[in-house]
């Protein structure tokens, strides 16, 4: 059974040993408050240690592997997935206060992306250094810095 993240009182159950959890927690409730407003979606998250989360972890790892030829090297916390409107999101959300989403269009043609999201007083990882990151705000989780790359491959 997952946990709901709750966009109101946010809380850092599941993402505490980062050491940016607040903006960690924030980040994932910034999600969570997007899926609600955009899809009427519930944002339900897993542990990475338990199958199904394991499972969403090696899938998007797959992705970044295949596509681009990248390993994260922090450790997963907690991951979702879903499927609205003919589309399959995945998220991560790792200890260095990173997140990554996999929007999957399931139809052909459809938009495939995969989406960086830095934690507020996170250093760009290592892996992830060839990225431009823009810079947005947000009430719940502060500045965040994101960035993006296009899904070429059927995964």
């Known amino acids: 059974m997952g946990q709901v993240v709750d966009f109101v009182n946010v809380s850092t159950e599941g993402v505490a040993s980062s050491p940016v959890a607040d903006a ?6 910034n999600e969570a408050r997007y899926f609600k407003n955009k899809y009427d ?11 199904e989360g394991r499972e969403i972890v090696d899938w998007v790892a797959r992705v ?11 450790r997963p916390l907690q991951a979702s997935i879903c ?12 200890e260095s206060g990173l997140g990554i989403n996999v929007l999957y269009g399931l ?6 992306a995969v ?8 250093e760009v990882p290592p892996e992830l ?8 705000r947000s009430k719940l989780a502060g500045e965040i810095r994101g960035s993006f790359f296009v899904i070429k491959g059927e995964h």
């Open 64 to 74: 970044l592997e295949q596509e681009r030829g990248i390993v994260i090297g922090s």
């Open 83 to 94: 499927t609205v409107e003919d589309i399959r999101w995945a998220h991560v959300f790792y």
């Open 24 to 29: 960690l927690a924030g980040l994932r409730a």
């Open 107 to 112: 139809a052909p043609g459809a938009k495939r």
């Open 129 to 136: 250094s060839s990225f431009k990151f823009a810079r947005q």
């Open 115 to 122: 989406g960086f999201k830095l934690s507020q007083g996170m």
């Open 41 to 51: 979606h519930t944002f339900v998250v897993e542990s990475a240690d338990e199958p």
